[in-house]
């Protein structure tokens, strides 16, 4: 019998069948689209400025609204008895924050993040342009004209770097595929990425031996875990088992944590397409749920739900991929049909997801400790030292903001023999970089940026008498915990994600004090009022989030505060 003859019959199936799209979708206009007919073929005539014009309104919407289902979880948080005090009080300023970015002067979150554009572009759509030359002038146009900020980096040489002022380049992908059942048409996801969430992109090289379920189960508890806090819960978790390569597993990954994928089969077959599995997903949100370090300062809501992908893989390799996506839920699907140009709705009146009044005082009250700091450093240390981790804080007065690039600077400045600058010594630092201010506003948004970034440069900075109290989102590691322990310091955890919420609430003046040139990346100096702090690390070597060991070992019940029952 000859090879041909004895071969398996042909099978195809798109890798990723994502199914019908049943998405909600605005029209945003009609013009720059048309059709014409040729030899009997219909085809759609997409002006490149109707490209434009979607990617702005797109990075506008998502820059302020969420998805419907999204706020449901999150009040749903809020209605459940055996969610921690603290998992509701983080999804309480969650929905006061999206209340406050709703109204497309601040945006949700300061980091708004890197713009990434999907597009399907459906046989027959005609553009006669660089697609991608008018995504990028849409993504222009939103950032420049819009409250955002500028992210992206341009490399000059392999170690020099610019900010590009524009937040270019975005990352457009555009695929080739077949006609739609209702003739051409070009669908695209739009999704802005900030570096909390991009940073919690993980591959993991594995082999078969964890293909069984007691052993998948036990890996992606470690893995899961190490995810840690920084990225701003709850998550939006996916996980990726397989894949025809470390990319693509990657890139399902944050197709699915966006619920891109959700209308996948839930069963594989023969063609080797992907598909989810429902039970393995509910299993991993138990496992979630056990962990006990909940929205960010521990509870039950580590994620809101969890997607878990069964892709093909070549036999001997096994990517394991994860991702999420983070409190700032930011994407939103787009379509272009001989109708028009639409955008995915999401939600402009997200009010109707608060509690009523009184659920929200109560949950909003319970102890908190209010802490001065007009103070001088050793008065506000003596303060802090007389509370332990997991104390909710309330400040008041003068902070210094800066992050990655001046504490580069800073220690350069150290190294070279200078001593600390007064303003890390005299007040406590604030790890974050601001949007746009609005016009008439104190500051834009500006919401804590990941503290583990700057874990190396803790010890040398505490040593020289600064950064001895840190304010910022995120667990950090056992180096800052022995720094603390060795020289007296603090580091006071502050709640990731609702960026616009303070601004608006707590930030009363800003003014850059150092490194101008900067941009969002300088040494400022903020006031605030009532923001909302925890204890996290203390001045005696306990950390919130670990035991000496490193295990986290936050109790299910996190910070208890009183609430009413529905």
């Not at 077949?178 to 993980?202: I, R, V």
């Not at 939006?236 to 894949?243: K, M, R, T």
């Not at 303060?383 to 997991?390: I, N, T």
Request: proline share 6%.
């Amino acid at each position: 019998m000859s090879e041909s003859a004895s071969a398996p019959e042909f099978l195809y199936s798109d890798l990723l069948p994502i199914g019908a799209d049943d998405t909600p979708y605005r029209l945003i206009t009609t013009e720059g689209v048309s059709t014409v007919e040729v030899d009997g073929q219909k085809f759609l005539k997409v002006a490149p400025e109707a490209l434009q014009k979607l990617t702005a309104e797109a990075m506008h919407d998502i820059s302020h609204y969420l998805r419907p289902a999204h706020l449901k979880q999150l009040r749903k948080i809020i209605d459940d008895p055996e969610a921690s005090g603290n998992d509701r009080f983080v999804a309480l300023d969650l929905l006061k924050n999206v209340n406050i970015s709703a109204g497309g002067v601040l945006p949700m979150c300061q980091d708004t993040g890197t713009a990434i554009v999907m597009g399907k572009k459906g046989e027959g759509v005609l553009t006669g342009a660089d697609d991608g030359e008018w995504i990028s002038r849409g993504v222009y146009d939103a950032y420049t004209k819009l409250n955002l900020r500028y992210s992206q980096n341009a490399p000059i040489t392999m170690y020099e770097e610019r900010n590009t002022g524009t937040n270019l380049p975005a990352q457009i992908e555009i695929y080739a595929t077949e006609q739609g059942p209702k003739g051409p048409e070009y669908k695209f996801l739009f999704m802005a990425k900030g570096g909390g969430s991009a940073n919690k992109s993980f591959l993991f090289q594995e082999t078969k031996a964890i293909l069984n379920p007691k052993r998948l189960l036990e890996y992606l508890d470690e893995k899961i875990r190490s995810l840690g806090t920084a990225a701003c819960p709850p998550y939006h978790l996916a996980v990726v088992i397989g894949g025809t390569s470390a990319e693509f597993a990657l890139k399902t990954a944050k197709y699915a944590s966006a619920h891109y994928l959700d209308n996948l089969p839930t069963e594989g077959d023969m063609t080797g397409h992907g598909f989810r599995d429902p039970e393995l997903e509910e299993e991993i949100f138990k496992l979630t749920q056990s962990f006990g370090i909940g929205a960010q300062f521990g509870g039950k809501y580590f994620c809101h739900d969890v997607r878990a992908i069964r892709l093909p893989r070549h036999g001997a390799s096994l990517p394991v991929a994860i991702a999420v996506s983070c409190s700032a839920d930011r994407q939103a699907l787009g379509k272009i049909t001989a109708d028009g140009v639409f955008l995915e709705q999401l939600e402009t009146d997200p009010a109707q997801y608060m509690p009523d009044a009184g659920v929200a005082e109560d949950i909003a009250g319970g102890e908190v400790v209010e802490i001065d700091l007009n103070q001088p450093m050793d008065e506000i240390l003596a303060e802090l030292s007389k509370h332990p981790v997991k104390t909710r804080l309330s400040l008041t007065g003068p902070l210094v903001v800066a992050r990655d690039i001046a504490h580069a600077k800073i220690k350069e400045r150290l190294d070279a023999g200078e001593p600390m600058p007064d303003y890390l010594k005299n007040h406590p630092v604030y790890y974050a970089g601001p949007a746009k201010t609005p016009e008439g506003m104190a500051s834009g948004s500006f919401g804590p940026t990941t503290a583990g970034r700057m874990d190396s440069y803790v010890e040398q900075f505490q040593a020289a008498g600064g950064s001895m109290v840190m304010l910022a989102k995120g667990n950090r590691s056992k180096q800052v915990t022995t720094a603390c322990d060795t020289h007296g310091g603090f580091y006071l955890g502050s709640i990731g994600g609702p960026a616009a919420r303070l601004a608006l609430d707590c930030i009363k003046s800003q003014e850059i004090i150092e490194y101008p040139e900067l941009g969002m990346e300088a040494v400022w100096k903020i006031d605030v009022e009532n923001f909302p702090a925890f204890i996290v690390v203390d001045d005696k070597g306990n950390d919130f989030f670990t035991d000496p060991g490193g295990t986290v070992s936050v109790p299910l019940s996190g910070i208890r505060i009183r609430s009413k029952e529905r």
